[in-house]
């Protein structure tokens, strides 16, 4: 009887021990929330608006925002290749020499699907829209014109009579 009381007692005294130390480790559940919260955040940002992220710099200029369900993508050049970023952070690329339609067979690709689902929603939605499908180009500062030219004349060939530039609203 005596030998259980005193493991008894033991135990009782170990746990007052571990209670009476200093905890060190509670600022470290803070820390996991707050990487968590950065980890879903930078994941959840980029797809509240396609725009961020896009390499190009654009040119400030006031002008209407962009309709919704147009066809946005981003062009500029990174050492000897245009790039394109789509809505969907798809990065095409072609050789900044590029001067005929067929060198960017990526794009042509990409709108023609584009194009297909704009044309497939607006038939399933029984309605009709002159502009659509619109393309906006959002086309970086330092992009010359033998640079865009291919992809205008690109959009020319797939029957895409209406595109723009898009622009940054200057602040006031």
């Known amino acids: 009887m005596r030998q259980h009381n005193s493991n008894h007692y033991r135990l009782l005294a170990e746990i007052k021990s571990r209670i009476g130390r200093d905890f060190t480790w509670f600022p470290f559940v803070g820390l996991l929330a707050f990487g968590l919260l950065l980890v879903l955040t930078g994941h959840l940002l980029p797809k509240l608006n396609v725009r961020w992220g896009s390499p190009a710099t654009l040119i400030e200029l006031a002008g209407p925002p962009s309709p919704e369900g147009a066809i946005w993508f981003s062009l500029s050049v990174r050492d000897e290749f245009v790039i394109a970023t789509t809505e969907d952070r ?28 704009i044309f497939l929603a607006t038939a399933l939605a029984k309605r009709v829209s002159v502009s659509e499908p619109l393309v906006i180009i959002s086309a970086d500062s330092s992009l010359k ?9 690109l959009l020319a060939q797939l029957g895409f009579s209406h595109y723009a530039f898009e622009t940054k609203q200057p602040l006031s």
């Open 90 to 117: 798809t990065v095409l690329h072609w050789h900044v020499d590029a001067q005929t339609t067929e060198a960017l067979g990526e794009l042509r690709n990409y709108l023609k699907e584009r194009q297909k689902s």
């Open 145 to 153: 014109y033998k640079h865009v030219r291919p992809v205008i004349y």
